[in-house]
């Protein structure tokens, strides 16, 4: 792996380089991990004239959280506690001989970005901007296939969890069992905060448990996610509880499910984000449901849940194949509750059976 590190900080320094900056300072925790392969709490990462350094609040710990460090990059450890690794980092570059900085202003706070420009006043400082984010957004085979081993965990947590008794079990309770099961199964953790939505909860976006509890006639909206190695994917599934749904759920979840097919189907190398958005949305659309919709359809994942691409009605762009992305859509009625239906796939050409389904749990509207 350290070559493939090596490649990934010789792409950046080559961006850096054109736009006039000697060094760059990487600030970012996933980004870090992403060009460093590790990212220990604190650290920084220095692309200098001479040499790449992992600037580090102490000695790095060599933790499975944060990942398996490059062992080809440099490290510096702070001497002592209290230090602040980001103005250590422009420190070292000016020692290497640099008169530019380029740093990631979305992530620094002004006070730091101005204890950088103290300690190194003779230094430029240029902003880095999302380059490093944009690098992440096309994953090569390895990156992909920790994102399809967490997908299988999740599937077998969320498989799990539909052969217990489920009424009379709340929210709550059922989100950290899944979380549970996800760790026994191998993930690092969940890949976000486990959301579990019964009765009129189901179908919201992001619903936090709550002590509500199963009944029969619920719909059972669940949406989970694995983090294997640093990487994240979710999965989304709707159920009823009970022995069949009525007649109003079927029709609702046929529809969720036509719109989620139809955004999956428009993945593919050049399809603009746009389109893919519109194709989940016209169906929604189409049936009444314009209003309320969440603000996008899908988006990217990878060392953190949410990526670009986002797959958003004004979304600039278009995909690349090898690009993992989620196709959610979901429809909440006030009151009576709703389905959301959500996989992650990732993009590939017609030639190579179009887009790549990791999550396989099955779609079928199941009565539990």
Not at 68 to 80: F, K, Q, S
Not at 134 to 146: T, Y
Request: proline share 6%; net charge negative.
């Amino acid at each position: 792996m350290s070559e493939v590190y090596a490649a990934r900080r010789t792409r950046l320094r080559d961006r850096c380089n054109a736009g006039g900056s000697a060094a760059a300072l990487v600030s970012r925790p996933a980004n870090v991990r992403y060009l460093a392969g590790a990212a220990p709490h604190g650290a920084v990462l220095l692309l200098g004239e001479r040499e790449d350094l992992l600037v580090c609040a102490g000695p790095p710990e060599d933790r499975p959280i944060d990942g398996r460090r490059d062992e080809t990059l440099g490290v510096h450890a702070l001497p002592g506690p209290g230090g602040d690794t980001a103005v250590a980092a422009a420190d070292l570059a000016t020692a290497q001989g640099a008169d530019s900085l380029a740093v990631e202003e979305h992530h620094l706070t002004v006070a730091r970005h101005r204890a950088i420009g103290s300690v190194a006043p003779r230094l430029r400082l240029a902003d880095l901007a999302g380059a490093v984010e944009q690098l992440r957004v096309v994953k090569d085979e390895e990156e992909i296939s920790c994102l399809r081993i967490g997908a299988e965990i999740a599937d077998q947590a969320l498989g799990e969890l539909l052969e217990s008794i489920l009424v009379g079990r709340t929210e709550r309770h059922l989100a950290l069992e899944l979380e549970r099961r996800l760790v026994d199964h191998g993930a690092d953790g969940p890949a976000f905060p486990t959301s579990v939505a019964t009765g009129p909860h189901a179908g919201r976006r992001g619903h936090r448990p709550t002590d509500r509890r199963v009944e029969e006639g619920d719909f059972l909206s669940v949406c989970l996610g694995a983090t294997y190695r640093g990487y994240r994917c979710e999965i989304g599934r709707t159920f009823v509880i009970g022995t069949s749904p009525a007649d109003w759920q079927i029709e609702l979840y046929d529809l969720v499910f036509a719109a989620q097919r139809a955004g999956r189907e428009a993945l593919a190398p050049g399809a603009a984000f746009r389109d893919v958005d519109r194709a989940a949305r016209q169906v929604l659309d189409s049936a009444g449901h314009g209003e309320g919709l969440q603000p996008l359809t899908g988006h990217g994942v990878g060392l953190e849940i949410d990526e670009d691409p986002q797959l958003a009605p004004s979304a600039m762009g278009k995909l690349d194949a090898c690009v993992p992305v989620t196709v959610e859509p979901g429809v909440h009625l006030p009151g009576r509750g709703g389905v959301r239906i959500d996989d992650t796939l990732v993009v590939r050409p017609e030639a190579d059976g179009g887009p790549e389904l990791l999550t396989i749990t099955t779609k079928e509207l199941l009565a539990l």
